[in-house]
């Protein structure tokens, strides 16, 4: 019956968008990285992500991640200038505690600017982090 369908609520699990330097280009990127601040294992960690603003859309990229550990973090994508002048979505699925988990993290147009960076805790560098 639908009442005893449990639906766990993904928590501790965080997308970041970091302004980072690029040693190979000389320039400062924006990256974005999945963060694990759960104090268990997360396994097949996938990221799927998009950015979209009314009928202007970019292609829908899958990531595959992996295992993240405790208090880690991975990359995920490097994100172009244009692409932060749309809302960017990340649904972020993965494994733990023997469960399915899935969450949804948005970034909304013109919110990652570095007028919004703060410290992102784990990953300890300069960026904008989600809103759950």
């Keep these: 019956m639908k009442k005893d369908i449990e639906i766990p609520i993904a928590t501790d699990v965080h997308v970041a968008i970091v302004h980072e330097w690029n040693e190979e280009f000389l320039s400062k990127d924006w990256n974005a ?3 694990n601040n759960r104090s268990d294992t997360i396994e097949m960690a996938i990221v799927v992500s998009k950015g ?3 009928d202007t859309r970019t292609s829908t990229i899958r990531h595959g991640i992996g295992t993240l550990e405790p208090g880690s ?3 995920v994508e490097v994100l172009q200038e244009d692409v932060l002048a749309l809302n960017n979505e990340f649904f972020v699925t993965f494994f733990a ?3 399915l988990f899935e969450k949804r993290f948005l970034f909304p147009k013109h919110t990652v600017t570095e007028k ?3 410290t992102i805790p784990v990953i300890q560098s300069e960026g904008v982090l989600s809103k759950d």
């Design 73 to 75: 973090f991975k990359k």
């Design 52 to 54: 979209f603003d009314g």
């Design 116 to 118: 919004n960076l703060s």
């Design 33 to 35: 990285y999945l963060i």
């Design 97 to 99: 505690e023997n469960k």
